[in-house]
């Protein structure tokens, strides 16, 4: 019966860890430890180092990895310059937002960080299946208001439901901050975000289960004479089908993609641009009184010999040389070589 622990040698391992520190207690190193039934199950020996440990909380797993919430980071802090620009244009006065953070959490718990009454606008980001949220504290809906409806931008002194003229109002700042989000994604995927609902207590908005996990945007809004926070709540389900699309390396070529198609566009574009376009047979200069005796029939004397090229200029910029001639009874010039350089004097 050696492979039964001694009365002597449980003390010494209950001690232990009711000390939290792992000691030699006088414990061989070979000793077993009991498994059930009383039988040992494995060798095992106490050290003198302890081992770092981190906590893991199986009930809210990291769905999402560190590489793909550092994208959702970069996506986000372009979404804040780019809804500041648009709301300082809207409020006439300078805004600016922040990215504070991005979290993962579970939904319920993002519940509970809802104040209510709130401003809660439900929208779907088609073609993904599901709703997404964006939340705008009270304190800073009000300041938009007040500021939009001619006043100076004061808070309200309480907390209270917007109504439907200000509902209206605060719809209009929500769909240019959704069409915002929609320019950011696009390194994502083709999406159209639509307002689909609108909610002023956070209970009633079920947008997932209350243990799913869930991707949660914060951002300050600061302006002269206040601060707030919006978010945006991402589900994770809403995001399963493009979550690989939020790595690094698909962020990466999607931006070189994004560039390459932009240029491709602005070539397009470039291609109908009109331009005038005018040929210079040569140059003189006249006193003023030369040019008042000037009649029918007389001859001006040219800088040029009249065989040599013509300058064609683009919107007043010498960039080509021709030679003159008809194709018909029409006049035309015929290109002979392009100006890498322009000549001095030619622009005058």
């Not at 003229?165 to 769909?175: D, G, L, P, S, T």
């Not at 002023?200 to 601060?227: D, H, K, Y």
Request: hydrophobic share 40%; aromatic share 6%.
């Amino acid at each position: 019966m050696s492979d039964i622990l001694s009365q002597e040698e449980v003390d010494a391992l209950l001690s232990a860890v009711s000390q939290g520190s792992e000691q030699d207690y006088g414990i061989q190193q070979s000793a077993p430890v009991m498994g059930a039934g009383g039988m040992s199950s494995m060798d095992t020996s106490l050290g003198d180092h302890e081992k770092a440990m981190s906590l893991y909380d199986f009930r809210r797993p990291d769905r999402v990895s560190k590489d793909q919430m550092r994208t959702l980071q970069n996506l986000h802090e372009g979404y804040a310059r780019l809804f500041s620009t648009t709301l300082t244009n809207f409020l006439r006065t300078f805004v600016e937002i922040e990215l504070v953070s991005v979290d993962q959490l579970t939904y319920s718990e993002f519940v509970m960080s809802i104040s209510n009454p709130s401003c809660i606008y439900v929208f779907k980001m088609e073609p993904l299946e599901g709703t997404a949220i964006m939340e705008i504290n009270p304190s800073l809906v009000f300041f938009i208001i007040d500021r939009l409806f001619g006043g100076q931008g004061r808070p309200s002194e309480q907390n209270r439901e917007l109504t439907l003229i200000e509902q209206n109002v605060i719809h209009r700042i929500v769909e240019r901050g959704l069409n915002d989000l929609k320019d950011v994604w696009e390194h994502v995927g083709v999406f159209s975000p639509k307002i689909d609902a609108y909610e002023t207590n956070p209970q009633f908005v079920q947008i997932a289960p209350p243990g799913e996990t869930v991707i949660l945007i914060s951002l300050e809004v600061r302006m002269q004479n206040a601060s707030g926070l919006m978010s945006i709540c991402f589900p994770y389900m809403l995001l399963e089908s493009v979550i690989n699309n939020l790595s690094g390396e698909s962020w990466m070529s999607s931006q070189s993609l994004s560039t390459y198609e932009t240029r491709a566009v602005m070539e397009q574009e470039m291609q109908d641009v009109e331009l005038n376009v005018a040929s210079v047979i040569g140059k003189t200069s006249l006193t003023i009184r030369d040019l008042l005796q000037l009649q029918r029939g007389d001859v001006l004397c040219l800088d040029k010999p009249f065989d040599s090229d013509l300058m064609v200029q683009v919107e007043g910029k010498t960039k080509l040389a021709a030679k003159s001639g008809l194709i018909g009874r029409k006049k035309a010039i015929r290109i002979t070589k392009i100006v890498e350089k322009e000549v001095p004097g030619c622009n005058e």
